[in-house]
């Protein structure tokens, strides 16, 4: 990647993933972690029921609509009590495997509704069937959505057990000092599986979840699994056992990593291969560890022009080009003093300079090289960014600050 990308090379910074926690703040991670599966569990519910109701006929609006209404409050309930436990439990701010109540909460609802759409589509009302028209398959459908949310709330559980027991420790471990040690302990390393010592996940994620398709799904008349599940393709040499299971591990793993500030590959994690199956490692938006080409197409692009990359990190240079290369406002920082204010790119003041007219200038903000937002601002004859350097020298006043 050539250009001004090259000058910004800089690694991602450290994260501080170290220390033994107290017995405060285990309380803390523990009541979190505990409550992020309850808001889990609630929003899965939704869904179940939101499936149900649709092929009954029984909405008065979308199914897609149900999932997120919350309409009995349950959800919302669910995450007031993780908010609730967390001012109480957290005093004492735990030095790894915790993020936010409300990060928690964020991340368990997003893996629920991430789940449901990559078992069955963006769009579940164009693919969830009513019981009038095809009964068999309608059922099918709901069962293996159920037997799906009974898989994940087993895997939170077995999770939450093992970082509960790691972090305090016990006569045949130390407890874990490190986020990695952590990561190490309770999601496996590599290509291997979350840690399933009692079994729990082999019997709701396998064994009942391949139960529910033969007696739900393949056993019963008129159910083609291809349109029963648009996603799945019974040619290509998985079973569809293996294919909800899978995006199951990989929306689990994102939900974990965001909920407890961890950093696992979760595309090696939810089949095993680095082969972009549960999208980036990490957000192309954030400086990291190499990402896959595959995982997204801007990764792509960029990643063709500069291997380094996809090879040996995906740094600062490699999250810039998202905006030069790709054209893309996917990591456009907020300009939070301005939202009618529209990004045109960054990183650096150089993005304001193609605009050539003051009013086009003064609608506009850009990405600074640490990635903040900054107006744009005209000089009399020509369109400059308002970073650090200009602003710092009066030059002008960042509108996009709070």
């Known amino acids: 990647m050539a250009g001004v990308f090259l000058a910004l090379l800089a690694l991602a910074p450290t994260p501080v993933w170290a220390l033994e926690q107290n017995k405060d703040q285990r309380r803390c991670i523990n009541q979190v972690n505990k409550n992020f599966a309850k808001v889990a569990s609630a929003q899965g519910k939704e869904i179940c029921d939101c499936i149900k109701r649709g092929s009954k006929e029984s909405l008065a609006g979308t199914i897609e609509e149900c999932m ?17 436990k967390e001012s109480k439990s957290c005093g004492t701010t735990p030095e790894f495997g915790y993020s936010s109540g409300a990060n928690a909460n964020d991340a368990a609802i997003a893996k629920e509704l991430a789940i449901i759409h990559g078992i069955f589509g963006d769009n579940l009302d ?219 790119g960054g990183p650096g003041r150089m993005a304001c300079r193609g605009l050539a007219d003051q009013s086009a200038c003064e609608g506009a903000y850009h990405a600074t090289i640490d990635f903040s937002a900054a107006s744009c601002f005209w000089t009399g004859s020509e369109c400059r960014g308002c970073g650090p350097s200009n602003a710092g020298a009066g030059a002008c006043t960042n509108s996009c600050e709070p």
């Open 68 to 84: 997120t209404a919350d309409a009995k409050g349950k959800v919302e309930k669910a995450q007031q009590k993780t908010l609730s």
């Open 126 to 344: 164009a693919v969830i069937m009513t019981e009038f028209m095809a009964k068999n398959a309608a059922k099918c459908q709901h069962a293996v959505a159920k037997q799906a949310k009974k898989c994940q709330d087993a895997k939170l559980k077995v999770f939450t057990s093992c970082k509960k027991d790691a972090l305090k420790g016990g006569k045949s471990a130390a407890p874990v000092e490190s986020a990695q040690q952590l990561q190490d302990a309770c999601l496996g390393t590599g290509a291997e599986a979350m840690p399933d010592p009692k079994g729990k996940i082999q019997k709701d994620c396998v064994d009942k979840l391949g139960d529910t398709i033969d007696k739900k799904c393949t056993s019963k008349e008129g159910v083609v699994l291809s349109a029963v599940f648009p996603l799945f393709d019974p040619n290509g040499g998985s079973t569809l056992q293996a294919f909800v299971d899978r995006i199951i591990e990989c929306e689990a793993c994102k939900a974990i990593n965001q909920a407890d500030a961890l950093n696992r590959n979760c595309d090696l994690f939810d089949d095993g291969l680095a082969n972009g199956s549960c999208g980036c490692f990490h957000d192309k938006c954030v400086a990291g560890a190499a990402l896959i080409p595959a995982c997204d197409p801007c990764v792509t692009t960029i990643c063709a022009l500069d291997s380094f990359c996809c090879e040996t990190q995906w740094d600062t240079p490699c999250r810039g080009a998202v905006f030069d290369v790709c054209g893309s406002s996917d990591c456009a920082p907020p300009c939070e003093g301005d939202p009618s204010l529209t990004f045109v």
